[in-house]
């Protein structure tokens, strides 16, 4: 920033040979700037350049900015330079391929003469080199690479080095020779490879035409890839084949000009369907076609194209090439189509797409929803709202939601609602609530009215909708409740032609029983709810005092503590003389596990995929038994052992290490990093969060390689070390002591921020990655009486923190966030600790009643699975090869009772509410 860019700077060499060039340089233009440093003579920056190169530790400083920087440059002794680098690459395929792969991302000359380096060393036997020349060209994807053949290079080199040779390619029949001179006229110039496409595209031979579109697919430039496909489709507008060739260059980006129409109050896109509050952008035509005649034309052709297929979706496989192949479907028609009809604002081609949004197949990236509302939320014709009607019964659930909001905002007529009630013939739930709510917007007299003509159908589940709005109705107190009984009574007298499900409901709404008496009674009926449970922590802390003891230092400020009383509780005492270690310290000793492995760098062995590795490029697993010891998957155990031995020597300072190399929260996660930081240390020391040991080889951006946490898993296994349990208790006592801003983390701002963060903006202090090794050891018991001591810490824990209530848990198999589920509840009722009356409290006021009926039943399936065994080994006898828990166990019949007490509630609520969520 400010710097003239061609004077003599050291810094800048400095920097190219530092560990920050090494590992933590994201910054996408300093390969452009170093080769604007280059290129202007700076003789430092040359210098450093070349001594990267040539040092003996290259294969670390020379990164792939670097790599670009020089090929990017006009310096040919620093391409030659570059090229016997990469002859000197031996087993380190790696290098080979960075080196490969970005040849071409600079100047030709460069690429020349990494070009030439590959023929006439016979570097093509390498599959790094084979890897590059398919990602070059786009021929041969990575699984058909052994096509990648000595022919192929040969007409590449004629090709780039020869322009009257690659247009004469171009010229033949043969797709590879099409597609190889196309890529080298396009590697000076893509211009001039558009217009060769655009001339094949007129005149050229069927297979011409198909074999350019995979070039112009591969180009991936949608502004030059776009002309050939739209002259593709005006020359051809009937060819299913072509047009599925070259639909993927085709006005690729709808989906996201699509979103981009539709904005908040604020002016930001959104991208929830729980945002209603719209704003809806027009989309000039002239931003995705020359003028408004081109777009109706290109609409025309994609209807004819549509209409003609016999089925959604058609596939082409193999096209062009062995490897390759191309989907034409109706939902990528249909996109295109709303997508013009929008723009042209038509409303007679808005009547003729509307009710083709089914054809849209629904994915993560592309939603109909979104067609939905550019299309329909100001309907403006009866087609259009009566397609919107429509897809509130739509099978997919967002577009559902979106039609129903915008109904929600339109006046709608009688004959509107009447076509409403046809939609409650249907069993989806949602479907039956969005349609009830619009149908109770009407005033009471029309209410009534729909009411009358639902209970009089014929279908049951239209009559099931009479029901429940009545109901609904006779909740809000007695004059409502019986004035809903003399309208049921008005059209049905007697119960004796429903269904048994309708005559639960009629029974509900003619007498004062039902779900809403069971719902309002104290506990559901099921149990006290004054029951209470105060957790007692003496004994845990008496634990830790005594190994606080254990570890006071010997210092005049810990004796002085020990005798007055003044100065940290047990807890943090222990703490700070378990992890006593300093930031120097840990230092120190990754310093000398990094030189060990460096001596033995040369060792080589193979990963279980089967490829070479030397140790110093990392430490990674030859198989893939995870159920074996883990020192029993990786290289070289004895080292391991060494390093345990000579260097760590002792399980507290293995666990310094330990902690230290596991990362917490940073600064992209948290705002007020500062005071993380500094409670972090009140639990870890040095170890905490901020620590960061310093290796320009073995390390990431954020956190330490993996080959530290690798090489202290291996020797956790082989030594059998585990943290002594009072220090992860402490650790734990520590963290529920700490403020309320402390526990609860704010984000940091990010403009990726998801519905989920604006929602949930903190994260919690027991969930960095840090914590959570530690949580593992603190909420581990072995036997009862260590689920004795446990169990009122993690209770205190989980009523201070209540995760359930912060973040509620999003997983599809219902589970609580919180620490404790329902099974050790049920151990701790079995045990005398709660009263079952406090269990079931537990269940509704803790737990949550879905979290807990879902986990009791997975008890009761006939094959466990082994992550509910692992759960409730600790309470009953469990047997992995049967995959059963003993059901004579006084812990499983305690899960039965509870399991079959919560199961009845639910299905004499759920049989009286209708479709009223409860």
Known sequence: QGTDIGAADPETADFIKSDTFARKLHMIQFDDILAARIDRGDAAVIDAVREALLSDNNTVLVTVPLIRGIVKSRNTELHDLLAKFLLAARLQEGVRQAVCENADCGRAEAFLTILKTIEDNDLLRFSAVKRAIATWTGICSVDAMDRVSAKLLAGIGQAVRDRERALEMTRTDDSVQIVTGLWAIG???????????????????????????????????????????????????????????????????????????????????????????????????????????????????????????????????????????????????????????????????????????????????????????????????????????????????????????????????????RQLEKQLRLKNEETRHYVIDLLEQQEKADVDESIKRLLGSGKEQLRLAGLDMLKRRSEEGEEAKSAAAALLREVLPDSGDLSDKEKVLYEEIASSEGAGSILNAEGYGLYDTSAEYTPDLTDIRKEIEKLADQYQKKSAAGFLAKITGIGPDAPQRLLQNYFRLSAAELDGYFDRIRAFVLDHGKLEYTTAAGEKQLLEDGLYATKYEYSDATETRYPFPELWEEVYETIIREPQVFFNLYFASIPGYDATTVLDMDAYIKADKTVFGAAGAGYHYTDPKFNSTRSMHTLYSTLLDIIASQQHLVLPQEVARAALLQAISLPEEIRWLKKAPSKYGSLYDKRYPHVCYLRSNKFRAMMSRASRYENEQEFRDVFPLLYQADRVYELEQHIPSMSYYASSNDILDIYPYVEACKLGMISRDFLYKAVFDMIGLKNAVADLGRLFKPVLVRTTLNCVRGFAPVDYEKHTIDQESGYYRLCDEVYRNLVNLILNVELKRGDTPT
């Open 187 to 417: 590697f000076y110039e893509a211009q001039d490879a558009i217009k060769r496409m655009l001339e094949i595209a007129e005149n050229g031979s069927q297979n011409q035409r198909l074999a350019i579109s995979y070039y112009n697919h591969y180009m991936q430039f949608s502004e030059y890839s776009e002309q050939a496909a739209r002259k593709i489709l005006e020359t051809y507008p009937e060819d299913l084949r072509m047009a599925a060739a070259f639909m993927p260059t085709y006005l690729d980006a709808v989906d996201t000009i699509v979103r981009s129409c539709i904005h908040d109050s604020k002016g930001k896109v959104v991208y929830s369907v729980d945002e209603d509050d719209l704003v809806f952008v027009p989309l000039p035509v002239t931003e995705i076609f020359e003028d408004a005649d081109q777009a109706r034309r290109h609409y025309q052709i994609l209807k004819n194209l549509a209409d003609s297929m016999k089925k959604r979706k058609m596939e082409f496989s193999p096209l062009i090439f062995p490897w390759y192949g191309v989907v034409l479907d109706k939902s990528g028609l249909t996109q295109r189509m709303a997508m013009i009809a929008y723009a042209l604002q038509d409303q007679d081609l808005i009547d003729e797409i509307c009710v083709r949004l089914t054809d849209i197949m629904d994915s993560y990236y592309n939603t109909r929803k979104n067609y939905l509302r550019v299309l329909l939320h100001d309907p403006q014709t009866k087609i259009q709202k009566d397609a919107l009607i429509g897809y509130v019964a739509e099978k997919e659930s967002f577009t559902r939601k979106a039609a129903w909001q915008i109904l929600k905002k339109l006046p709608l007529t009688e004959e509107d609602y």
